[in-house]
């Protein structure tokens, strides 16, 4: 009796297999670990970046063509912003205070890891006057900004609904409606009932009305062939609000001449 337990005693216990785990449970162990490593190395890497002084933007690369904008005004202003790192950079305020500068059209800014901005300045490109306090850039967009160095270079536009890109094309076409004599039109602009003006540059202003604008034009066109040719700087104004013909104020009534006129006055 006494051996049969002792030789019941030595009999060895089951141990634990590696052989015997099945593959897709070692595959999810291994995943999990991995995720335990990648989620401690995330919550670490967080923690270094909640402190701005570690991985501060140490270069800020300002690109464009910057004809209108100063290079250290845009800095100061980017300055304010990027005493930080990249992960903690208010990406937004930062936009919206460039975008504060009347000559900057767009903003663009890129990270470049680790401690990199890059800021796109798109600058805003004038071709006309808006009135007498604003600019329109090539796509008829108007914005604020003073540029006295163009005045008497750009045309002035305007219309009192800032209907800038409609402007622009009204004003090309005039101008290819003109095509050939040599005028050059210094304003076109149009009133609150949309009657067209506009204003020859050192000539007389001319009023086109609020229809037939086409034929009026083409009708001061023969008119200025036949009788103003090396006449246009004594006349004050011309009006083409007229049926047919049109009619001129002379800034001195030269002698033997006459009005241009024909019709009724309209709108």
Known sequence: MVQRRRQAAKRPRPGFDLAKISPSVMKLAVVFA?????????????????????????????????????DADLRSIIEKYTQTNLYLLDVDALDAAIKTQPWVRAVTLRKAWPSQLVVEVEEQRPVAFWGKERLMNQYGELFAAELPSMQGVFPTLYSPEDRGREMGERFIQVRDWLK????????????????????????????????????????????????????LANVRRVDLRYTNGFAVEWKQSPVGSVDVTGGSRRS
């Open 180 to 231: 050939g004599l040599p005028l050059e039109i210094s304003e076109l602009t149009e009133d609150e009932r949309g009657s067209w003006r506009m204003k020859i540059k050192k000539g007389p202003e001319v009023l086109i009305g609020t229809e037939d604008q086409e034929r009026r034009v083409e009708r001061f066109r023969v008119g200025f062939l036949q009788e103003l040719v090396g006449k």
């Open 34 to 70: 991995l995720v335990m490593v990648f989620l401690g190395g995330g919550l670490g890497l967080r923690a270094m970046l909640n402190n701005p002084e570690n991985w501060r933007i140490s270069q800020v690369d300002v690109q464009g063509e910057l004809k209108f904008i100063k």
